[in-house]
């Protein structure tokens, strides 16, 4: 059995972030990471010639991100793009209604108002709401003090349950009204036209790394942890888990004890979600000059709602839209040709039959994916924002568990991540570090 000091499973940003700044510290560190390549739900893919992101692509607000400060640090070029958070006018969109016709600006600006003034009304109502709440319940209760139409609360109830299924990959009736975090984007949000990768790639420069060691199990005690892989077992005084909920959810990862109540109930609340990327390039433009993305209201735009216009990153026609929460349950058996043709539809019924079929696409499968099980991590009626941060306390003196869903002030997010494996570096060395460390 080979021994070091710590032992970190996983090679996402969580990983790789505790890891460095515990090498740095001077520990022995070994991490294990189940697929062959590093950056976990962090991955770049660049099949001809093409640099996509298929897991996470913006920095949702740079403004204080310690993402954005490791970007600036390792030489990331990044270029604004700031609709990632589905907000309704921060940048120029292009609406359409449910019969297909463009908004105008008068009527784009009635939209986001009344959006805005919802989210004011709900703050309230989500405090004094039941424990197990959902955001659906909140939503209605707080559309029926407006003083509006059935169709400006319809476009309004709507939003919020397509921006659940876009920020959280679940609709809004299965989502805890007490566990959303607050989404406030500080600054503009920008993304990486080289790739989100060469973050996890700069942290894991000089770290001893082991690719393809599939973990199954963690024993821990006192006296410190042995780790299980396939390809042996590792002793360490103390070990980082990052591996993400779906996989301490399943059975074949087991940690022996198994982790203390408190843990246990965290975890019982939260689910990864369903959320697909499909990214669709042409040889020509065909839609609307100047704007950052389209958006469909009304029923037409159920599964299809919204594009982003990816041309802002590289010189290319290129969009991307999202499989979220139901979308992406119902089409998971789904071809990728199924999926391309079923966005086509939808952009032929905006834009008309002379929509090109796409030259390239890609449709992600994180949901299928034995290392994730989905994109990232949402919580259940019942729990709150801090659930997320009892996963976090150490067990044993031996043991810590990082990653974003163990994040509370940000989570499934790479700065959560981020953020959760500086926590756990200090909580093994016990005692404060900077996190500029990662990047100075
Ligand atoms: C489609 C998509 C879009 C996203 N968009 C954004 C975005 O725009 N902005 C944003 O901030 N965030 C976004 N996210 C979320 C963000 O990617 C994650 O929150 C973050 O990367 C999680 O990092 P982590 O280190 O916690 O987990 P991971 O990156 O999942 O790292 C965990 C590692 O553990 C490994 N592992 C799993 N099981 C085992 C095992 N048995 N043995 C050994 N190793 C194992 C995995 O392979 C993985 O490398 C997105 C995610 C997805 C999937």
């Known amino acids: ?54 897991g996470a692509s913006w920095i949702h607000g740079i403004t204080g991100s310690p993402v954005a400060s490791a970007a600036r640090a390792f030489g990331m070029p990044m270029v604004e793009f700031t609709v990632g958070g589905y907000q309704p006018d921060s940048r120029p969109l292009a609406y359409f209604d449910a019969a297909g016709h463009r908004l105008d600006a008068v009527a784009v600006q009635q939209y986001a108002d009344d959006v805005r003034a919802l989210n004011r ?81 700069h942290l894991a420069e000089e770290l001893d790394v082991r690719l393809a060691h599939v973990v199954s199990a963690v024993r821990w005690s006192a006296s410190g ?106 089409t998971r058996t789904w071809s990728d040709a199924e999926i391309v043709a079923s966005t086509l539809a939808q952009l032929r019924r905006i834009y008309g039959d002379t929509v090109p079929d796409p030259t390239s696409a890609v449709v992600t499968r994180w949901q299928d994916d034995p290392f994730s099980r989905g994109s990232y991590a949402y919580m259940l009626p019942g729990s709150v924002g801090a659930d997320h941060d009892v996963l976090a306390e150490p067990v044993g003196g031996v043991l810590h568990l990082a990653g974003e869903a163990t994040w509370g002030d940000d989570p499934a997010t790479v700065p959560g991540a981020m953020l959760s494996g500086h926590r756990a570096a200090q909580n093994v060395l016990g005692r404060e570090i900077a996190v500029t460390d990662l990047w100075t």
Do not use: C
């Not at 709401?129 to 319940?137: E, G, I, L, N, Q």
């Not at 989502?175 to 973050?199: I, K, N, Q, S």
């Open 225 to 330: 942890v042995e780790i299980e892989s396939d390809r042996g077992t590792f002793g360490a005084r103390e070990a980082v888990i990052t591996v993400p909920v779906g996989v301490l959810h399943g059975d074949d990862f087991v940690i022996e004890p198994s982790l203390p109540a408190a843990h246990r109930r965290a975890l019982g609340l939260l689910r990864m979600n369903a959320f697909e990327k499909v990214v669709l390039r042409f040889a020509e433009r065909f839609w609307d000059a100047g704007v950052y993305g389209i958006r469909q209201l009304g029923d037409e735009g159920e599964w299809w709602h919204s594009w982003y216009d990816l041309g802002r990153l590289h010189d290319e026609h290129a969009l991307l839209t999202f499989a979220a929460g139901p979308a992406a349950v119902a």
């Open 1 to 54: 059995m080979q021994s070091v000091d710590t032992i970190v499973v996983g090679a996402g940003v969580a990983g790789l972030a505790a890891a460095r700044l515990l090498a740095r510290a001077g520990r022995r560190v070994v991490v294990l990471e189940a697929r062959y390549r590093i950056g976990g739900r962090v991955f770049t893919d660049r099949t001809g010639g093409h640099v996509t992101d298929r």
């Open 121 to 201: 009304a709900l703050v309230g109502i989500i405090a004094g709401a039941p424990a197990d709440a959902t955001y659906a319940d909140v939503v209605a209760r707080a559309l029926s003090m407006q003083d509006w139409d059935a169709e400006r609360k319809e476009r309004v109830r709507e939003y919020n349950d397509r921006r659940a299924q876009e920020q959280y990959g679940i609709g809004m009736d299965g989502l805890g009204a007490h566990g959303l975090d607050d989404d406030t984007v500080d600054g503009d949000e920008v993304v990486f036209p080289r790739g989100y990768d060469e973050l996890a790639q």
